[in-house]
């Protein structure tokens, strides 16, 4: 598999990692939700979803080849919190996480984010389900 959270000797920034190429496939406002999908291929029987939940602003690129989620430190969180009118009072419940790859960066902010496994197909379901292992997972 290569999906790989973050170890030691890493960037302490980074919380996910993985080198397969990222698609944005869905965002629906009215159920705030986020799906970035790596399609199957020849070297990655299973779909690989980036299901984001809870999300409030997002800045992305359509496309992210070699794709890291890291942490932003307070300055960056603070700066996105303003840009996107998160009350005070709510930004402790709220996530900042920083998109980065050869092929763009962006940022998403969120309640929560999760790798789901599965699938053969390009096309399936866009919400997770039974048929789905969570590989990784921050709230």
């Known amino acids: ?11 302490a920034s980074v919380l996910f990692a993985s080198e397969r190429s990222f698609r944005v496939w869905r965002y629906g406002v009215g ?6 999908r790596a399609a199957p291929d020849s070297a990655h029987p299973l779909r690989l979803d980036l299901l ?23 300055a960056e969180s603070g700066r996105v919190f303003e840009l996107s009118g998160v009350p005070s009072r709510w930004r402790s419940r709220r996530l900042v996480i920083g ?32 048929s789905f292992d969570v ?3 921050l709230r």
């Open 135 to 137: 590989v990784w997972s």
């Open 52 to 74: 984001f939940e809870g999300v409030d602003a997002v800045q992305l690129v359509t496309r992210y080849d070699g794709l890291e989620l890291h942490a932003f430190d307070d």
């Open 99 to 130: 998109l980065r790859s050869g092929s763009g960066a962006g940022y998403v902010q969120c309640q929560k984010v999760s790798a789901l496994l599965g699938g053969t197909g390009v096309i399936g379901s866009d919400d997770p389900s039974e």
């Open 31 to 36: 159920h705030s939700r986020l799906l970035l």
């Open 1 to 11: 598999m290569t999906v790989r959270p973050s170890s030691a000797g890493d960037d």
